[in-house]
């Protein structure tokens, strides 16, 4: 296989934590916990339903839907300043702890990206607020195409945007279903696997599995 | 609106009870309801999965691949002999009880169907082992357009197969996400929701919602 000139990373869950949206959970619910775990599985279902119906709302909107279903499925009640607060959390994600030196060790050596469902207003509202920005060469959003992941058109974006062939083109994401859906289009593809979760079972696996993303540098050998 | 002329109902959910399966689970583990909750939530994730990749695999395939991916996660060890016959379980569901009367009243009055994610094959033993098949006009799958519900493509089936006009069949689901389906292409729908859950955040409602399939002639108007 060529060497690895560009590396596109998944934005939420991979290097953005978002679970860090807890402290503003925490104002509105005892168990922040479960309202996280909630709205973050219904922010993805309500993705896929919308890409699969042909129904394309920005992720900004998917979020504060998912946001306000599981409010109401938790029975949890919310002021529009609380739930306001709540989708400000998503404009200032804490990035994972090794993420700022990986990235930045990375920079010097290959083309970084971010490849993302996220709306390009909240990817750069994240971007900055983490400081990451200096060591991203894109921030790309499916929001040009109108859809989502694992929409194979949307991996297909990544090499394109970045001006290189796409199997020069490593794709590292923290979720299974972005991982299998990379792999079925034919990127090169790390899962970071920081949960030790099983993988889904939809017929394709990453060619390199990693804990933490500081693994990177030495996993694809770079 | 003109009249109802056909009802098309979901079957898993709605006819049938996915979560008599329960007793399939007991053999395996102390938590049967934890199982057979991630086994179907796994089992629709893939099912949105596997159409927005294009990667269609058929319903059987999938209910197998949740049930194997759900017993990895919770660390529930079972022979090939166990997973045989869980995935045997779903054969041979029970209808909700009042389910037989009701399509034993409607059958006389109108065209009725199923139009289901499942596989012909799974299916035809459903209506057979529930003694449903006499009342059922057509069992439509979504097999012949090899993709899932919520893509459009499959509300449109229902109509094309019963030979009546769109606005003419009424959709029955007890699933939110079928309902929004079923509805943002434009059929009637009737949200059968049995748990009084909140309805799904994706912009588009129910025209009617009964807590039973019985309600379902006086609310038709039948």
């Known amino acids: ?91 200032s994600l804490s990035p994972f702890p090794e993420v700022p030196e990986t990235l930045k060790a990375l920079h010097p050596r290959c083309a970084l990206a971010i490849l993302s469902n996220g709306s ?16 991203l060469h894109h921030v790309i959003s499916v929001d040009s195409l109108r859809t989502y992941k694992p929409n194979p058109a949307v991996y297909d974006l990544a090499h394109k945007t970045m001006g290189v062939p796409a199997n020069t083109v490593a794709f590292v994401s923290s979720n299974s279903f972005d991982v299998v859906g990379a792999k079925a289009f034919g990127l090169r593809v790390c899962w970071c696997n920081r949960a030790g979760a099983p993988l889904d079972a939809l017929g394709f696996a990453p060619d390199v599995t990693v804990r933490r993303l500081d693994e990177i540098p030495k996993a694809l050998g770079l």
């Open 120 to 135: 390009p207003r909240m990817l750069q509202a994240a971007v900055e607020s983490s400081g990451l920005k200096p060591y």
């Open 1 to 91: 296989m060529p060497d690895v000139r560009a590396i596109a990373f998944d934005a939420y869950g991979t290097l953005f934590d978002v679970h860090s949206v807890m402290a503003a959970c925490r104002e509105v619910t005892a168990d922040p916990e479960a309202l996280s775990l909630q709205w973050r599985a219904k922010q993805l279902e309500y993705t896929w339903l919308r890409a699969l119906m042909g129904r394309y709302e920005d992720f900004w909107e998917v979020t504060q839907a998912a946001l306000r279903f599981s409010l109401r499925r938790l029975a949890i009640e919310a002021s529009e300043a609380q739930v306001g607060r709540l989708m400000e959390a998503y404009l």
